[in-house]
């Protein structure tokens, strides 16, 4: 597990998961930090949980694809938000792939008594999972990820009839009240430009499309670290024919 206190907020009493108390684990592979810009405009601690139902090959957090044991309880990791929640926006749960876990219900259910937002990422190969989260209004924004074209799905995570599923989880999302975004990292052997328009269109009615540049610094296949991302211009004017569909984006460029 992997532990980060930020440095801009002062918590010298803060509950230490470097301490939790000895007992039934959860499998969360946690890491908890309020550095990472996972929801724009706020001030958030993020829970990564361990575990992916896909193998992207391009996965920027692959040390939390594989599942893993942490020492702390969700009680533990409630607690740590707890203390922090006078000074955080919300809550992101992320990973891995959050809706695989069976300690993501146990641990939405344990953050109602922080007051945060949370907000949650996702590949939206649970629909089932997603829909029942949003009905009993224990998330307030989702983050679905929409990784490619339907017939290239899967082959490019390694799994099987991901699309069906992805495109019940779109739909649940756009026939729901909660706040969200869809997202399409722009990795080229993944997505080609211009198909990312026909993406869009699939994603009519909703808040906002992000495009997010692929960054090849630390990936699941390290073969992927030599691929050379899409210019940064070639994903704005694709961008720009997004904006038909949604309002769209582009994020690391």
């Not at 995570?157 to 999302?173: D, F, L, N, Q």
Request: net charge neutral; with cysteine; glycine share 6%.
């Amino acid at each position: 597990m992997i532990v980060h206190v930020p440095s801009r907020v002062a918590t010298p009493d803060a509950p230490s998961f470097s301490t939790a108390p000895s007992g039934e684990t959860t499998g969360i592979a946690a890491t908890i930090s309020d550095t990472r810009p996972n929801w724009p405009g706020r001030r958030t601690a993020t829970v990564l949980l361990g575990g992916c139902d896909l193998a992207c090959p391009y996965c920027f957090d692959p040390e939390h694809v594989g599942r893993k044991r942490a020492n702390a309880t969700i009680a533990r990791i409630a607690e740590q938000i707890a203390f922090r929640a006078p000074v955080l926006d919300g809550v992101v749960i992320s990973g891995g792939e959050p809706t695989v876990s069976s300690a993501l219900i146990p641990l939405l259910e344990a953050l109602v008594i922080t007051g945060l937002p949370v907000k949650l990422d996702t590949n939206g190969t649970s629909p089932d999972v997603l829909s029942s989260l949003i009905a009993d209004g224990l998330v307030h924004f989702v983050s679905l990820d929409v990784k490619t074209t339907p017939e290239r799905y899967d082959r490019l995570t390694g799994a099987s009839r991901v699309w069906e599923r992805v495109e019940r989880s779109i739909t649940a999302v756009l026939a729901s009240d909660v706040d969200h975004e869809f997202r399409t990292t722009c990795y080229p052997f993944a997505i080609a430009t211009e198909d990312v328009p026909s993406i869009a269109a699939r994603l009519t009615g909703g808040r906002r499309y992000a495009l997010q540049q692929f960054e090849p610094r630390r990936t699941l296949d390290p073969a992927a670290t030599t691929v050379t991302p899409y210019p940064a211009d070639e994903l704005r004017r694709v961008a720009m024919r997004c904006a038909v569909h949604l309002p769209t984006v582009v994020r690391g460029v």
